[in-house]
């Protein structure tokens, strides 16, 4: 009788034990995509740099237990309303020589692994499809605002080459490393 009160002790401790580990479900928090900007720089010969920026059109970000540190993420753009300052240039963008936007609609980005540091920064790694090709890249990420709601900044560079468009004539005037800036705000 006495083993099987050790046994069944010891039951209950690693059980408990496990269920603090688990401890709370992270919670989903949406994108407030009127808040949250994704902007891009590339270097033009002609101009020195081009920038402009392609709106989040919807986005979750689940915390953990702190409400800070992102878990996931999962985030969708359209760039079929980039805006570089110049239409002519955006309607070449949109174009079938670039993002090809009739047929790839939609740019997405899903998290697959996320190291938290201690002061509050974090590498998010996932995938990046742009022109219906995905690659894995690193948002370096750090947390800008706590509260009402948490505010993140990400920073990344992409070779744009590595999404597969068209090499057009106009390409040896233009940079393969593209920066990109996100300004992500939680609601």
Same mark, same amino acid.
């Given at each position: 009788?006495?083993?099987?009160?050790?046994?069944?002790?010891?039951?209950?401790?690693?059980?408990?034990?496990? #269920? +603090?580990?688990?401890?709370? =479900? %992270?919670?989903?928090? *949406?994108?407030? &995509?009127? @808040?949250?900007?994704?902007?891009?720089?590339?270097?033009?010969?002609?101009?020195?740099?081009?920038?402009?920026?392609?709106?989040?059109?919807? #986005? +979750?970000?689940?915390?953990? =237990? %702190?409400?800070?540190? *992102?878990?996931? &993420?999962? @985030?969708?753009?359209?760039?079929?309303?980039?805006?570089?300052?110049?239409?002519?240039?955006?309607?070449?963008?949109?174009?079938?020589?670039?993002? +090809?936007?009739?047929?790839?609609?939609?740019?997405?980005?899903?998290?697959?692994?996320?190291?938290?540091?201690?002061?509050?920064?974090?590498?998010?790694?996932?995938?990046?499809?742009?022109?219906?090709?995905?690659?894995?890249?690193?948002?370096?990420?750090?947390?800008?605002?706590?509260?009402?709601?948490?505010?993140?900044?990400?920073?990344?560079?992409?070779?744009?080459?590595?999404?597969?468009?068209?090499?057009?004539?106009?390409?040896?005037?233009?940079?393969?490393?593209?920066?990109?800036?996100?300004?992500?705000?939680?609601?």
């Amino acid at each position: 009788m006495k083993r099987f009160a050790l046994v069944m002790l010891l039951f209950c401790t690693s059980t408990a034990n496990a #269920a +603090d580990t688990v401890g709370v =479900a %992270d919670t989903k928090m *949406p994108l407030d &995509v009127k @808040a949250s900007q994704a902007r891009f720089s590339v270097k033009h010969i002609l101009i020195e740099r081009v920038s402009g920026s392609i709106p989040i059109v919807s #986005a +979750d970000i689940e915390v953990g =237990a %702190d409400g800070l540190t *992102p878990t996931s &993420v999962d @985030a969708t753009l359209d760039p079929s309303r980039i805006d570089t300052g110049d239409s002519d240039r955006d309607g070449a963008l949109t174009g079938s020589d670039w993002f +090809d936007t009739k047929r790839f609609p939609l740019w997405t980005f899903k998290s697959d692994r996320i190291i938290a540091n201690p002061d509050k920064t974090y590498s998010i790694s996932g995938t990046l499809t742009i022109h219906g090709v995905g690659i894995p890249v690193t948002l370096a990420t750090v947390l800008v605002r706590k509260a009402p709601y948490p505010l993140y900044h990400a920073t990344t560079i992409v070779d744009r080459h590595a999404f597969g468009m068209v090499v057009t004539r106009t390409d040896p005037l233009i940079g393969n490393d593209v920066a990109i800036d996100l300004d992500i705000q939680a609601k």
